[in-house]
């Protein structure tokens, strides 16, 4: 049962008792008119507190202003043994007006004093002042290494244990739960400047960050990485039943672009045209491009397209780029529509890079038949980094190649 003493006599002085196992005053401190401080006055609070566990104290009290220009100095005290010297705690705290409150003064460190006190000292200012409330908290300091426990150990108020390493269940076989059950609070590992590392018997994650044994992984956000990827052992699906775009290589990127290792079939199938595994094309839509002006340069660019030459006054001269590596491949069909001749030459004037018709080489090549030149045409292919192959459409494209320079 607590022990408060009142004031005898004129003593505003108090004394109490925190009963071993509590960790506070109970029940509370009543206060009337009569706990005041006056000018150059000194008021203590002797609290009993036996216990057995070094212990952190929390002093807190209120203050009010009767009169004057009040300043009182609070400080705190602990004791081991009766017949010991009083030990300040924490910091001294001024109180000087009503914004000062409530008066909090705590213990640096934990140590087992069972004898508490406060004190109340007024300046020599003229003043009045009124004690209206004051409260001692009490936490044990739980895992002192001179401490052994063989119960549970219970806190409500929390745990703090630092100053040397701390060991959870080490190497026993008792689960470790942390923020389990309904707790809806934050859980933090690591305060950014140490390194932390899961082991467990199936997975890992090293200090590093380097994850092994991971099994699925499910994101609702963004998977960035700097390092590049390597997924194999099963199928791998990029926006599958997905109508975002997939991307692969886009931006200002200039690396190459392998697809498939030579071991492998490799098909495109999308809404419009085809590749199947056999290299079959479907649905591949050519350019096709229209001169009427009786001049047209086609570029490598421009490869499949089909060119209708219309101009009717006069034979229409067609040039091709010069051939390069970048022409190797490249087709281009050429159909004149109006009864006029029609002329294939290079850009380079006698590079002898066209091979036509039985003549090796040579610098352009004209449909030049007297008549029936409508619905005449060439196919023309780059053959080598040197050389393009020109043939007639049909019977009618008959070929007049310039022999060579």
């Known amino acids: 049962m607590l022990a408060i003493v009142s004031m005898a006599g004129i003593s505003k002085d108090r004394t109490a008792t925190i009963k071993t ?29 036996v216990q057995q566990y070094q212990q952190n104290q929390a002093f807190t009290a209120t203050i009010a202003t009767v009169s004057g220009s009040p300043s009182v100095a609070v400080t705190a005290y602990g004791k081991v043994t009766s017949g010991g010297s009083w030990v300040q705690i924490g910091a001294p705290v001024t109180w000087t007006s009503a914004g000062n409150n409530p008066v909090g003064i705590v ?26 409330s004051f409260e001692i908290k009490t936490a044990n300091n739980v895992g002192n290494a001179a401490e ?38 934050a859980l933090t590992l690591g305060g950014g400047s ?18 092994t044994g991971i099994g699925a992984i499910t994101s609702d956000g963004l998977i960035t990485g700097s390092a590049g990827a390597t997924l194999s052992g099963a199928v791998i699906n990029l926006n599958a039943s997905s109508n975002f775009a997939t991307n692969v290589a886009t931006g200002s990127t200039n690396a190459a672009v392998s697809i498939g ?16 595994s056999t290299g079959v094309f479907t649905g591949m839509l050519r350019s096709v491009v229209t001169d009427a002006t009786g001049t047209v340069a086609l570029t490598a660019a421009q490869t499949n397209s089909i060119l209708f030459c219309t101009a009717a006054g006069g ?24 009864d006029q001749n029609l002329v294939v030459t290079a850009t380079a004037a006698n590079g002898n890079s066209i091979v036509c018709d039985g003549v090796a080489t040579s610098d352009n090549v004209t449909i030049s038949t007297a008549s029936h030149k409508i619905g005449a ?14 043939g007639g459409l049909n019977p009618e494209s008959l070929l007049t190649p310039e022999a060579a320079d």
């Open 21 to 49: 196992g509590l960790t506070t005053i109970s029940p509370t401190m009543v206060f009337d008119a009569k706990d005041t401080i006056v000018t150059s006055q000194t008021v203590t609070y002797t609290i009993s507190n």
């Open 107 to 132: 213990s640096a460190s934990p140590i087992n004093y069972n004898y508490l006190k406060v004190t109340f000292v007024a300046s020599g200012a003229t003043q009045r002042t009124k004690i209206t």
């Open 148 to 185: 052994t426990y063989s119960g549970l150990l219970t806190a409500n108020a929390g745990a703090t244990l630092k100053g040397a390493a701390v060991n959870i269940n080490p190497s026993s076989n008792f689960a470790t739960n942390i923020n389990t059950g309904t707790t809806n609070a």
């Open 194 to 211: 140490g390194t932390v590392a899961v082991n467990s018997s199936d997975w890992d994650i090293t200090t590093t960050g380097a994850m």
């Open 261 to 276: 290792g030579g071991s492998n079939t490799v098909a495109v199938n999308s809404s419009t045209w085809d590749i199947s």
């Open 315 to 338: 034979a229409t001269t067609v040039t091709i780029p010069d051939p390069s590596a970048a022409t190797v491949g490249v087709v281009y069909h050429i159909i004149q529509t109006a």
């Open 377 to 390: 045409g060439m196919v023309i292919i780059g053959i080598s980094a040197t050389q393009w192959y020109v």
